[in-house]
């Protein structure tokens, strides 16, 4: 599945909240860096399967897109917690 919002930060500030999210306050669920951009990070988790996370400028912020299979749940509150996206 694919969940999109618009923040106010930017890529690197994004990127390292979701290192620290998917690591640490989603422990049943943990997702590790694996591969990293300037625009793009990839996290491997459970069962080898894979959050891909962009992000990309979008009017008045970036857009952030992220897609996954099994972590959906997560995605979603992970995305909630940024700041400028819709509650």
Sequence with gaps: MVHETVT???PADVFSRAKH???ERVPHQAAYPEKEGPAYLCLRGQGGEEIAIAVFP???GHRVR??????????GR???TLPG???
Excluded: C, I, M, R
Excluded at 66 to 75: G, I
């Design 8 to 10: 106010t930060l930017g």
């Design 85 to 87: 996206s819709p509650s």
């Design 78 to 80: 992970f995305l909630a």
């Design 58 to 60: 979008a009017g008045d």
């Design 66 to 75: 992220a897609s996954t299979l099994l972590f959906d749940q997560s995605v």
């Design 21 to 23: 999210f998917f690591a």
